[in-house]
């Protein structure tokens, strides 16, 4: 992985003691209008370590295949050109969310070192997160606001960057709709998209839909699927009569945002109504079958008969076996 210009992938956690110290995501909340930093004055950025980051993503991938069946991609990975910052967000349903996205991040955007908002309180007690490229922000109120959107707008000034977020803020059903984001990231892309019209670099917004299922096996599954991308200067070009004041395009920006999620997760949530393995590349091979002595009887029978005994239910044997 190339060595990053200053430091990956953000999202919630609970914290439970037999699996390490948590990754909290930090929710976004209306900034002031002014742009932060008072003055322009460049933000401290985090630091992160090639190393670590890499060890920590095949961690990652491990775990993964210990507590799924797969880890199931549906359609292809939006490709933004290397010169455009690029700021991926996604549904938060669930613990698992941060540990997924680091995946995603080191295998498909591996030319971009990946950074991610944690709440400050957490990053305090696991510094090492730091190194990961987690930045603190203090979780819903405007100083962490403002915090974001002034490192967030500096890492996207920077080469070879990707910002992972989970606008919704807090654990939501990947079901409920409409999808509403907490104000923040509209701000962050009307920014991007006001630098690009200026003649700054593009900024692409990747939409990513997620859900956690259960189909036949007693492992749940992990479906994912990209939305279309957006281009931030195509967007400011489009909304810049959105509104007069700076919260009207604000919340016009997270309206068009919010939809363009929605959009992906009706598409991965048919998907996984549908239970058609095909419809998906597996990512991550896991575990298969419901019990050691169920297992065993079954292979034992189809020994005896000549059947050969697949622990997947479906008859599913594909998988990379991570």
Known sequence: MRK??????GAG????????????????????????GGGGLRPELPQPSPRLFAAFATYSRWYLSRHFHAVRLAGTV???????????YFNHPSWWDPLVAIHLARSFFPGR?????????ALGRYGF???????GVEAGTVAGARRFLAVAEALAAEPATALWITPEGRFTDPRQRPVRLRPGLGRLARRLGEAATAGGRDAVLLPLAVEYVYWQERFPEVLLTFGE???????????GSAGATATATATAWDGRLAAALETAQDDLA??????????????????AGVSGVYDL???????????????EHGGESGGDGA
């Open 113 to 121: 070192t990946a950074y991610g908002p944690i709440d400050a309180a």
């Open 297 to 311: 009887w079954q292979a034992v029978k189809g020994f005896v008969t000549g059947n050969r005994y697949l622990r």
């Open 270 to 287: 048919e998907r996984a109504v549908a239970r058609d393995p095909a419809a998906f590349e597996v990512l991550v091979g896991g575990r």
């Open 78 to 88: 939006p490709r933004p050109d290397d010169d455009a910052a690029l700021v991926v």
């Open 129 to 135: 997160f730091e190194k990961l490229g987690f930045f």
């Open 4 to 9: 990053p210009t200053k430091g990956t992938a």
């Open 13 to 36: 956690a609970r914290h439970r003691p037999d699996e390490g110290p948590p990754i909290r995501s930090a929710p976004i909340v209306g900034a002031a209008h002014s742009r932060p």
């Open 229 to 239: 991308p957006l281009s931030a200067a195509r967007l400011a070009a489009d909304l």
